[in-house]
């Protein structure tokens, strides 16, 4: 994966999601937060929360590819799929394309979702395969199997499986997530020279507006719900309302008892 990020295309997609992290996270508050892979991408960094972690899968051995590239300091090495945290203790959990790489998808959101305190929130960035250079990768596997490639005929990352936006989508309602936002983005053709995605600039801006769930990447921002249990802020704020319309009714009620006497 490092080493594919380090192309003209794999630069393009981190600096587009790079922007639209530091836009998610910025406004998220608690106390504790949490990256679960890809380094290359400091997702966390506009981020206030006192204490942000960096996390990688412990299975996963860097190779010198990886070492080579600008990376956030990894603070942990561990098991997607058994978070050394106790349960409902973080606020905000980051997965950039962690659910394509993992082992077993499912259960490393079932680890997120254990972890995630009551309102807190989970940011999934991943790969369309509804989307062109989905496509492009399907055409590549293809002819892979059938033994027609004469040189390497995939244009992403070997490793991991797209996880479709819809999908995803209902992973997390199962799970008791309720999604805030999305949003899909790099409309541009894949294509692995600089010169040609610079050709291709234009259908960003036209990619959003004329068919926009076409982007080769995808972003989802969800919140844990808990039946039964309500925000303290929103619920001091309905007291405060409740009592304040008593007083008013009780001043109400003295005035006309002193105009009948």
Not at 5 to 24: C, M, V
Not at 42 to 65: G, I, K
């Amino acid at each position: 994966m490092a080493s594919w990020l380090a192309t003209p295309a794999g630069r393009y997609l981190l600096d587009w999601e790079q922007q639209h992290l530091d836009q998610a996270v910025a406004d998220v508050f608690g106390f504790h937060a949490l990256q679960l892979g890809l380094p290359e991408l400091d997702a966390l960094r506009s981020n206030r929360m006192p204490h942000r972690w960096v996390a990688s899968d412990e299975r996963a051995a860097p190779s010198v590819a990886d070492e080579a590239l600008p990376r956030a300091a990894l603070a942990l090495q561990l098991d997607y799929d058994a978070l050394p945290f106790d349960s409902a203790s973080l606020d905000l959990v980051v997965l950039p394309h962690t659910l394509e790489l993992a082992q077993d998808p499912h259960q490393t959101l079932r680890e997120v979702e254990r972890v995630l305190r009551p309102e807190g929130r989970v940011v999934v960035v991943g790969f369309n395969p509804a989307s062109l250079w989905g496509l492009r990768q399907r055409l590549g596997r293809l002819r892979l199997g059938l033994g027609l490639a004469r040189r390497q005929p995939l244009f992403l990352p070997p490793s991991g499986e797209f996880l479709g936006y819809r999908r995803l989508r209902d992973w997390l309602q199962l799970l008791s997530f309720e999604v805030e936002a999305g949003r899909f983005g790099c409309y541009r053709l894949p294509v692995a020279s600089e010169r040609w995605l610079q050709r291709c600039a234009w259908m960003d801006e036209q990619g959003e507006r004329w068919w926009p769930v076409f982007g080769a990447a995808y972003f989802v921002v969800a919140v844990k719900r808990v039946r039964g249990m309500r925000l303290v802020g929103l619920a001091r704020e309905q007291r405060q309302r409740a009592k304040a319309g008593a007083v008013v009714a009780t001043h109400k009620r003295r005035e006309r008892e002193e105009e009948i006497a």
